[in-house]
Structure formats: C-alpha cells, structure tokens
C-alpha cells in the first residue's frame, strides 16, 4: 500500500507544471532608484505584470490616471480601506498609496506574476496581511549617495531632504523583515539582480498549483 502511494505521488508531480502567479514587492527609502530599477527591469523581464498602485497625491507631469497611478480622493481611498479591498496601505508625508487587492488579482491570471512598488510601511502590511509575496529591498550604497540622488531630483526642499533622510535611516533598520536585499549602485547590475531574484523564485517547487491533466 505504501508503495502503491509512492507511485502515485512520483506520477502526480511529473510535468507538465502548472504555477501560481507570483507577488513580488520592491521596496526602499524615497530617492533610492525604485522606479529607475523598474524601468531596467522591465527590459529583462517583460513577462512581468505592474499591479497598479492608488494614491491621493496630485499626478505628477506626464503621469497619466489608471496607467501610472489610480488617482483618489481621500475620501474614496478610506471607502476601499473599510471595505478591505487593499493588499496593503500605508500614509507617506501626508498622502495615502495602496495597492488594491483586485489591482494584483487581476495581474495574477493565468499564472501571471506580479511586481509591486511599495514603500517601506507598506511592504510591511503586505507581509501582515498572510499574503505569499517575496519582498525585495533596494538599498542605497551609502546615505552620502543617497543624499545626492535626493538633491538631485531638485523637487525637494533641503527640509525635505533631511526629512527623507530621517526616514530611510529608520527604514533600514526593518531591512530584516526582507527576503532580498539589492545595492542600487550600478543600474544594470541592480536590475539583473531582481531579475534573478525573480527567476530562482519561479523554479520553487512551492509554487506549483497544480498538475495540467
């Protein structure tokens, strides 16, 4: 009997796979390369899905509304933090960014994984919330550096600065709560190294969701 269960079970897990859609989060401090990263990646792994992210801020320039963001109101992002409809939610200097629980559900179809740029706080919740996603922490080669990127994007006030600064500091202290770490110091190399973080992660056997009959 027993090894008529071997047997099976030898049968049950040859191929053809079938995966999961994955969650992965890219997270770090504000002005360490996030959507830089992401651009590069993209080339890399073109497979992956962008899960859109909601925010109350003002777009941007060139921003455009249910492409780069899903623009809310203050009182419509609260309605869908009642309603538990975010995967994760977080307030960053004084404004709300979520990531809609349907936003990454939708991306996952068909086996789809999915990537999600959040901050620090909501990486967090996103683990809290019992979720399967592999957190990723992109990591500054030093505070100087990171200093220079944020004074370089000249939309930030040194008040600003030192504030974001303040900020990144305490952030790094959580990076045990990460699966991965990354050092944004070269471009491509970063990229490469979230696209192999990715790729490793896909050959897990736990992610098998079922046998295609």
Sequence with gaps: MQ??????????????????????????PSGVGKDAVLQELRKLRPDL??????????????????????????????????????????????????????SV???????????????VQGAASARALGRSARL????????EELANRLR???TDSDEDVARRL????HEMTRLPEFDYV?????????AEQVAAIITAEQCRV??????AE
């Design 3 to 28: 090894n008529n269960q071997t047997n099976a079970d030898s049968v049950r897990y040859l191929p053809p796979y079938e995966r999961r859609g994955a969650v992965f989060v890219l997270s770090g």
């Design 49 to 102: 899905r962008k899960a859109l992210t909601a925010t109350t801020r003002e777009p941007r320039e060139g921003e455009v509304a249910g492409k780069d963001y899903l623009f809310w109101t203050v009182e419509q992002f609260q309605a869908h933090v009642n309603a538990g409809d975010m995967l994760e939610w977080a307030e960053v200097y004084g404004n709300l960014y979520g990531t809609p629980i349907a």
């Design 105 to 119: 559900e939708e991306a996952r179809q068909g086996g789809n994984d999915v990537l999600l740029k959040v901050d």
């Design 136 to 143: 990723i922490f992109l990591a500054p080669p030093s505070l």
């Design 152 to 154: 370089g994007r000249a």
């Design 166 to 169: 303040k900020t990144a500091l």
């Design 182 to 190: 990354v050092v944004n110091d070269d471009l491509r190399l970063a």
């Design 206 to 211: 736990s992610g098998i969701a079922r046998l």
